[in-house]
């Protein structure tokens, strides 16, 4: 907003210099970013807050003016000469067909008037704002514009067709031609005021070409009317059209000041054209509710830690628009309508602190008395599982919560129904990630572009599901391998497998004292995939896999990636997050080792189950040693090895409990699982 300090003090009697003004808008919240000298003037370019439509424009920086400065305000003449009889027959009809979008709609008839140059003060005024001048008609829409803050159009009477104005939502693929020689196409929905055959201009944004005042004008229709905030921003977006009225209809334009900045153009244009209000047209209504608030002097000194003056208050409410009745220390305030972001008490105490002046405040620092907040279970079981994968050598990432509708359908297999954005900021980020696997093969590929080819990532973080009417968001934990394994003294270099992320799985809930149950699934565009439930109680916690493919080279990745997702928040309910103590055995243990011959479906967690129900307190620990399928092994069958730790923790075992157990064991895999033994 540029603020002329010639034109300012028009409106408020100020003897204060360009400098000192501008220190008084910054300090009371219209900050002042820049001034500069022209021609005489001094202008100002003002940052003004969203929440403040009412100081987009002069007259609304003269009440802040007034505050600061404790000085009159001085409103124009809204008086217009040989103004109509509210009776008088028109002969133009307004026709509201979309009240929702347009409540009240108002326009004047003026005839007779001289198409010319505007006057020197509205020129300059103008050109010192940076607006260009064009000719007095639509000069005086722009200077009242900027003056009152409500915008304002006039067409060219002469050239609407027909008798009748329509004020309705364009139809799908209607053009226009907008006064900056430019056709646009509308989307339905989009309001427009329009004659019997076509729009003239598009509601609250800019008009037509068509129906534009030029030099040969000489009858006008001025409209001045309401038009909802949300249908002109939503317009002016599709259509990439900004303009200064836009600008002020979507922050929302004083609902009592259709009718006043009518009557002030009306004025002007008289003044400067000449000519006759043949008529005034008004169809529907639009009412601002009047929001009184009780303000306590007293409760709003102990919010701001200072005492302030209740007739200080009451100055400071009448120089903003307020009317104030007091009762003591309480105040009745009555907001005035073009102040809507005034609601509460606690808005009356920031607008008395702001004008009062922040630096009249005394800075304290209260007493502090630190309150311990102890961390939650779902945070602390969160904090080991990164320390647990750290310590395993795996690096942590951290990706973005928003991605495209494209990267969340790749893995709509793993992933309940999508949570998608009304109005996204881009097409890139327009759906809450439904799962983290995307972020990690997006992490895992811009390392590989770089040639950092040997990865061990992870990445905890929310996923976001709608559930049926709901929406929810739940902690998960996504670990991606690539490129070689880490090396040792006993396997050298190899690629990254599958069990190596089966490994860290493991380690992770060994680390929480859980134990995992894997079992092969098969979800669609992912290759060996397990499914991980807990082994008590049967929890599905995630699953593991190797990524297929197809999606690998949708992400420009030529090597395996194997990949798993887990929910932390299942987690969190079962895991051991202190560590016990557990005694060194005291009785010595016996070893034996088993090798079985099973069918290939048979799966190594199937038959260690079998092994530890069956051995029961007697297992002290299970260890799977090899695989083999070759020679000498059956077609369709796999050997497994397993060694077995035997022990208990009250005596010391015999050769013959050894041998009984074993035995057990070996007939239990034989009825259940029907193996062999070799």
């Not at 005024?125 to 005086?140: K, M, T, Y």
């Not at 105040?331 to 808005?347: C, G, H, K, N, S």
């Amino acid at each position: 907003m540029k603020l002329s300090y010639e034109w300012i003090k028009e409106y408020v009697n100020i003897d204060v210099s360009p400098k000192t003004l501008a220190e008084g808008l910054t300090l009371s919240g219209s900050e002042v970013e820049c001034a500069e000298e022209k021609d005489g003037d001094t202008v100002m370019s003002l940052e003004i807050t969203s929440n403040r439509p009412d100081c987009l424009n002069m007259l609304g920086l003269a009440r802040e003016v007034s505050a600061v400065f404790d000085a009159e305000v001085k409103l124009p003449e809204l008086t217009v000469q040989n103004a109509p009889s509210e009776d008088q027959k028109s002969s133009v009809k307004c026709v509201i067909e979309s009240s929702d979008l347009c409540p009240l709609y108002t326009a004047k008839i003026i005839k007779n008037v001289k198409i010319t140059e505007t006057s020197k003060k509205i020129k300059r005024r103008l050109l010192s704002i940076g607006s260009r001048a064009v000719n007095n008609i639509v000069d005086i829409t722009n200077y009242c514009l900027m003056e009152t803050g409500h915008p304002l159009h006039a067409f060219d009477l002469d050239k609407i067709a027909g008798d009748t104005i329509f004020i309705r939502e364009a139809v799908k693929g209607e053009k226009i031609v907008t006064i900056d020689d430019v056709e646009r196409t509308l989307k339905k929905g989009m309001l427009v005021i329009a004659d019997k055959d076509k729009p003239i201009a598009i509601a609250g944004i800019m008009g037509g070409k068509h129906a534009e005042v030029t030099e040969k004008t000489k009858n006008i229709l001025l409209e001045s009317a309401y038009f909802d905030p949300l249908s002109v921003r939503h317009t002016s977006r599709d259509l990439a059209l900004t303009t200064d009225s836009s600008y002020r209809f979507e922050r929302g334009v004083n609902k009592e000041g259709v009718e006043t900045a009518s009557l002030r153009a009306s004025g002007l244009i008289l003044e400067e054209a000449g000519g006759e209000i043949e008529c005034a047209i008004k169809e529907g209504e639009i009412r601002a509710e009047k929001n009184v608030v009780s303000f306590d002097s007293v409760k709003a000194g102990n919010i701001l830690g200072v005492k302030i003056d209740p007739e200080e208050i009451k100055r400071i409410f009448s120089r903003l628009g307020m009317k104030v009745t007091s009762e003591k220390e309480t105040l009745t305030v009555e907001v005035p309508a073009f102040r809507e972001d005034l609601t509460r008490e606690i808005d009356l105490v920031e607008e008395a602190a702001r004008i009062y002046g922040y630096e009249n405040i005394p800075a304290k620092l209260n007493r502090f008395v630190p309150q311990v907040k102890r961390k939650e279970r779902s945070r602390k079981t969160e904090e080991k599982v990164k320390d647990l994968l750290v310590s395993s050598g795996c690096n942590e990432i951290m990706t973005y919560s928003l991605i495209s509708e494209a990267a969340a359908e790749k893995f709509k297999m793993v992933s309940q129904e999508k949570v998608t954005l009304m109005n996204s900021l881009s097409e890139e980020q327009k759906v809450l990630t439904p799962n983290l696997i995307d972020g990690m093969l997006k992490t895992i590929s811009w390392n590989l572009n770089r040639k950092n080819s040997d990865l061990r990532l992870f990445e905890s973080g929310k996923i976001y599901v709608k559930e049926k009417k709901e929406f929810g968001e739940y902690s998960a934990l996504c670990i991606g391998a690539t490129g070689n394994a880490q090396s040792n003294w006993k396997d050298g270099s190899r690629k990254t497998g599958l069990y190596d992320l089966k490994g860290l799985v493991e380690t992770v809930l060994d680390g929480l004292s859980l134990e995992a149950d894997f079992r092969p699934i098969k979800i669609k565009g992912l290759v060996n995939c397990a499914g991980i439930s807990l082994a008590s109680g049967g929890k599905k916690l995630g699953f593991l896999c190797e990524v297929g493919r197809d999606i690998l080279d949708s992400y420009d990745i030529n090597q395996e990636v194997y990949v798993c997702q887990v929910r932390l928040d299942s987690l969190a309910k079962d895991a051991a997050l202190k560590n016990k103590y557990k005694a060194i055995d005291k009785f010595p243990s016996s070893e034996r080792d088993i090798s079985v011959l099973c069918d290939e479906t048979v799966s190594s967690g199937r038959i260690m189950d079998v092994i530890k129900k069956t051995g029961g307190d007697m297992i002290r620990s299970i260890t799977f040693k090899d695989i083999y399928e070759g020679e000498q092994i059956p077609a369709g069958k796999k050997s497994l090895t397993y060694s077995i730790n035997y022990g208990l923790d009250t005596r010391t075992i015999t050769d013959e409990d050894t041998e009984k157990t074993n035995s057990k064991i070996k007939d239990a895999l034989t009825r259940h699982l029907k193996v062999s033994f070799r």
